[in-house]
């Protein structure tokens, strides 16, 4: 059995070796099985532990802000978010024709919990998700430039699945800036999907960008065919430190 233990090791087949374990260790269980059922076990073993690799990866690479789920957002009627429309989203349609989404609504209503909540549903389900606040992302092109290694960080964004901007718009764009995010968002039009959050409405986001024909081009690939998610309602954030404070005093 060592020398199967080490074949197994040096292949990288830690769920195979993990569920032979098992199967050694409580031989009764397995003793009427035929040697093609334990077989499918032990492969069904090593295909589950590769699975939950990749989503440890993905989520770990992602980087998210706030560990969200899906199952845990809150549908109270002044929200305005659609169970049934967070429901389709999560089936993944629409990052199949590479849509883009675009949250918007007032401070605490919760549109980074959901962006995260959506980004971290894909990653269990397989997709390269990045999240980056949009002064961050700016931040690391603009430093990627100075070091050498633009060309290699564009290239890995361009190819997630998802992105997805945080809090977009709370400053005017630099002229370098607007550069770009126009390279970036060019790259992944129409190939990818992006999603923005941002408490600043959409009518002001041209204003935001600056330059006339950069803030063309950018929204013409962001806005076109989007799904918009308008939230409402009083501050998340508030309800919750209510309720904290609630518990406290109980």
Known sequence: MK????????????????????????????????FEERLTLLLDNEINQRVTRKIERLTRQAKFRVQAQ??????????????????SLAQGEWLRLHQNIL???ATGC?????????????????DSVFYFRLKELLEKMYLSQADGTYRKFISKLTNANLLILDDW???????QQRS???????????????????????????KMIGESTHADAILDRLVHGSIKIKLEGESMRKIINNLTDGDHSS
Not at 169 to 175: F, I, K, N, R, S
Request: charged share 20%; proline share 3%.
């Open 3 to 34: 020398t199967i233990y080490n074949q197994l090791n040096t292949l990288n087949l830690g769920g195979i070796r993990d569920a032979l374990t098992l199967q050694t260790e409580q031989p009764n269980h397995y003793k009427e099985l035929a």
């Open 169 to 175: 718009g709370l400053e005017p764009l630099t002229a």
């Open 110 to 126: 919760g549109k980074t919990y959901l962006a995260c909540a959506l980004g971290q549903h894909h990653c269990q389900q397989g």
């Open 70 to 87: 899906i199952e845990q957002l809150d549908y109270r009627a002044n929200r305005n978010l659609d169970k049934a429309q967070i429901r």
């Open 180 to 206: 770009d995010l126009l390279e970036l968002i060019d790259a992944r039009y129409d190939t990818k999907s992006t999603l923005i959050a941002s408490q600043l409405p959409q009518e002001h986001w041209y």
């Open 103 to 105: 949250i918007t609504g």
